[in-house]
């Protein structure tokens, strides 16, 4: 192909193509067979998938401990852990778009990490909780009737 010029790219991809077939097909000099024909009977049947999600460079935070609440902190927001790990030490790998929480090389959790600009805001998986009644995230009609009941605790305490 040195003598050959080429005036497009996939001129040039098809000829490598028709080479490589030729190349990998040509019989070896010292053994029998040829690259094609190991690879068919020796490697193809060792070959497995790859797995189905990318492989992603990751940093690394060790030693976070998790709070009473059972979640831990990164870059100003809580992130949750399985409820039996309160108390532990995990360490954090921070992806471009997930951060997993990691105790002795087992991977806790995963969550989706929270934009940059956000600040004291909490992701939690439901199923770190240690219960059902023991948290709930609260609505709008539950802060209304909260803060109704208080006011009016507030103001039959001061009319007694």
């Not at 399985?82 to 951060?99: E, F, R």
């Not at 023991?134 to 103001?155: E, H, I, K, Q, Y």
Request: glycine share 8%; charged share 20%; net charge positive.
């Amino acid at each position: 192909m040195r003598d050959h010029q080429f005036g497009s790219l996939d001129g040039l991809r098809t000829a490598i193509r028709a080479w490589l077939v030729e190349y990998n097909s040509r019989p070896f000099q010292k053994r029998d067979g040829s690259r094609l024909s190991v690879f068919e009977g020796e490697e193809k049947p060792l070959l497995i998938a790859l797995p189905p999600v990318a492989y992603e460079v990751m940093d690394w935070v060790y030693g976070r401990r998790v709070q009473a609440n059972g979640h831990v902190a990164y870059a100003r927001n809580w992130y949750s852990v399985p409820y039996a790990y309160v108390g532990s030490t995990v360490d954090l790998g921070i992806g471009a778009n997930t951060l997993e929480i990691w105790h002795k090389n087992t991977r806790l959790c995963t969550h989706r990490l929270l934009p940059a600009s956000a600040s004291n805001k909490y992701s939690t998986n439901g199923a770190d909780l240690p219960g059902k009644t023991m948290w709930r995230p609260w609505d709008r009609t539950t802060m209304r009737a909260v803060g109704s009941n208080s006011v009016c605790l507030f103001n039959r305490k001061w009319a007694v």
